[in-house]
Nanobody
Framework: QVQLVESGGGLVQPGESLRLSCAAS????????MGWYRQVLGKQRELVAR????????NYADSVKGRFTISRDNAKDTVYLQMNSLKPEDTAVYYC???????????WGQGTRVTVSS
């Protein structure tokens, strides 16, 4: 069992920045990935960024490349999402994801709201 605690969401104006954090605890496997997804009401949840914690390999949605950066602190089982140059279309509920790469089981955070508006 893995539990995730998210923080860092809020209300910002276009062009400003936010930093999201997600800390995992519980029974942590040796090989796993963590990432961020976002969802707007009535739409499908979509991948924003993810990282394989052991190798550091990352992938990003095309819409956030060059603006968002995902990183991790393996000692703390924590992943961060630095979001710069935020746009109104980034407004969504952001969910932290933890994937056990041994059995491909998923755990989800409760979600944190990001609102970008002037």
């Amino acid at each position: 069992q893995v539990q995730l605690v998210e923080s860092g969401g809020g209300l910002v104006q276009p062009g400003e920045s936010l930093r999201l954090s997600c800390a995992a605890s519980g029974s942590i496997p040796s090989i796993y990935a963590m990432g961020w997804y976002r969802q707007v009401l009535g739409k499908q949840r979509e991948l924003v960024a993810r990282i394989i914690t052991s190798s550091g390999a990352t992938n990003y949605a095309d819409s956030v490349k060059g603006r968002f950066t995902i990183s991790r602190d393996n000692a703390k089982d924590t992943v961060y999402l630095q979001m710069n140059s935020l746009k109104p279309e980034d407004t969504a509920v952001y969910y932290c994801n933890f994937r056990n790469l041994r059995v491909y089981s998923d755990y989800w955070g409760q979600g944190t709201r990001v609102t970008v508006s002037s």
